[in-house]
């Protein structure tokens, strides 16, 4: 069975930075695609940046980019999500998610495990 644990999440004040963790258990991540999501208040869950399986490749939302950077850690199995110049509008609950296969990363459907999600707060 596959497990995701997110932590790292907090209260950070604007153009601050936070660091992210995915930590997995009953599959090794190196071998499939990795992807982040937020879900703010009200807000359908949107997608953040993805790392193809391998860590060939990443893609970020418009959003983030230049800001967010996605790493691994094969050693570990964990996949992090670096965020910096935190800004209010990134206040969400962030998710981890993993499924096999590369492509059409941004629907959150396709996805097949996901972690319970930790809390960011950007105050202003």
């Known amino acids: 069975q596959v497990q995701l644990v997110e932590s790292g999440g907090g209260l950070v004040q604007a153009g601050g930075s936070l660091k992210l963790s995915c930590a997995a258990s009953g599959r090794t991540l190196s071998s499939y695609a990795m992807g982040w999501f937020r879900q703010a208040p009200g807000k359908e869950r949107e997608f953040v940046g993805a790392?193809?399986?391998?860590?060939?490749?990443?893609y970020y939302a418009d959003s983030v980019k230049g800001r967010f950077t996605i790493s691994r850690d094969n050693a570990k199995n964990t996949v992090y999500l670096q965020m910096n110049s935190l800004k209010p509008e990134d206040t969400a609950v962030y998710y981890c998610?993993?499924?096999?296969?590369?492509?059409?990363?941004?629907?959150?459907?396709?996805?097949?495990?996901w972690g319970q999600g930790t809390q960011v707060t950007v105050s202003s």
């Open positions: 998610a993993t499924k096999i296969g590369d492509g059409n990363y941004y629907d959150p459907t396709v996805w097949d495990y």
């Open positions: 790392n193809s399986w391998g860590g060939r490749l990443t």
